[in-house]
């Protein structure tokens, strides 16, 4: 194994730290604890990344705390999130494009997440070859408490250790590791955890986990990973009840990680087996129906009767919603959700519409502008139920909704997309 002596010089670079910053501002993000923002920033780049290199050649840089900030999980609970400063997540990302490609080329080829080149789509693809092609359909889906909040910065520097001898990086990732979290006024240490949020965090996770990835592959089994999300493919439930005991052994008395006893479950196939966001059966994917639950409160919002604006521009703020949905959930075979929601939405433009129309004889105009001949029937305008009446469909067709106001349809998208393999490993 190839082990690296002399990296903290290719740090000390303007112009590799111009391109770590011209990479965070394409990925956004919020400022820091000292409240400046990445356009700020930019405001005085030139003399912010002169300041920075300079500091980092005298080894004068020290990383300060993260920023707190809590958002709410599916299950009712909390995730912490840690936001770095701008400079720092410039000094993070310049050091992570040094010492990410020493160590991703011997990563697991069954771990996905974070990884150039990969995603959770291939992820979920895996894992359907792994059931569907190779029978490995009792599957261990484990479940690790905060994670990220928990892993050992000893174990973190000794894991980087082995490919990296050079004392000063070393140093850089224990000063990000322990800068601490504000959180309100207060500053709080950190002996434990890589806060999520930081531009290096992914990486060290990765290594991190790697080590488990790797025991489980030198056992003979079955894995694929995203980040903190694990599954085991087994061909028998002793199978899958071997695997989860030495899984938790290695990640409890190895990794000093906590696996979540309650979430932690066996699964067939024939069953579902939940993962990032779908559940793979057998012989299909579906989406998760909380998943669909969440887009349609999110749709409902947007498509208030009483928000005062015309459809053209509500239909500019829902396209961004279908588009993203669909292009991360094409994967599975949803053709029929995805109708019934297009059916759904259509319905809630028509209901928007009347209301904006009022009287019935607005109504009927426009039915008499088609072509239409009355009579016609005179129907409560602001009523959910006449939206999907035949009057309502014929005034506002779906050709006119989906090809003169630009509405996305996600009933035409393909679903359940085949996704490239890698190497089954």
């Known amino acids: 194994m190839r082990k690296y002596y002399s990296l903290y010089g290719q740090l000390l670079s303007k112009q590799r730290l111009y391109e770590a910053f011209r990479h965070i501002k394409r990925n956004k993000g919020a400022a820091g604890i000292d409240g400046q923002s990445l356009g700020a920033f930019e405001a005085n780049l030139e003399v912010e990344l002169s300041c920075l290199l300079l500091e980092l050649k005298e080894k004068r840089y020290r990383a300060q705390p993260v920023r707190r900030v809590a958002i709410a999980k599916d299950d009712g609970g909390e995730r912490l999130l840690g936001i770095p400063t701008v400079r720092d997540r410039v000094v993070q990302q310049a050091l992570r494009r040094i010492i990410e490609p020493i160590f991703e080329p011997d990563f697991h080829p069954s771990s996905y997440g974070y990884r150039p080149g990969r995603s959770g789509h291939h992820a979920i693809g895996k894992a359907e070859l792994f059931i569907r092609r190779y029978r490995r359909d009792w599957v261990v889906d484990m479940d690790l408490s905060k994670c990220f909040d928990t892993l050992n910065h000893d174990l973190i520097i000794r894991q980087f250790r082995q490919r990296i001898t050079d004392g000063s990086v070393l140093s850089l990732l224990r000063q990000f590791l322990e800068s601490g979290v504000m959180v309100g006024y207060h500053l709080e240490e950190t002996e434990l955890g890589s806060p999520q949020g930081g531009v290096i965090s992914p990486l060290i996770a990765n290594v991190y986990l790697d080590a488990f990835d790797q025991f489980m ?151 008499k502008q088609l072509g239409y001949q009355p009579p016609f029937r005179h129907i409560k305008m602001q009523s959910w139920r006449n939206a999907a009446s035949p009057l309502a469909s014929l005034a506002l067709p779906n050709t006119y909704l989906h090809n003169d106001l630009k509405l996305m349809d996600l009933a035409k998208v393909k679903t359940g997309i085949t996704v490239p393999e890698f190497g089954v490993s």
């Open 217 to 367: 592959k030198a056992r003979g089994h079955r894995i694929v990973r995203y980040a903190d999300d694990i599954l085991i493919l087994c061909g028998s439930r002793a199978g899958a009840e071997n695997a989860l005991r030495v899984a938790r052994r290695y990640l409890e008395n190895e990794l000093k990680l906590t696996v979540n006893t309650t979430k932690t479950h066996i699964a067939h196939s024939d069953e579902g087996v939940k993962f990032l966001g779908v559940v793979i059966h057998s012989k299909y994917t579906r989406i998760q129906g909380k998943k669909v639950v969440r887009l349609k409160q999110k749709l409902k919002s947007l498509t208030k009767r009483n928000r005062g604006i015309g459809l053209a521009a509500i239909i500019r703020e829902l396209n961004p919603v279908l588009r993203g949905f669909v292009s991360y959930f094409r994967v599975a075979n949803c053709a029929r959700v995805l109708k019934q929601v297009m059916s759904w939405l259509r319905r809630r433009l028509r209901c928007i519409q009347l209301k904006q129309w009022k009287k019935p004889s607005r109504l009927h105009r426009r039915l």
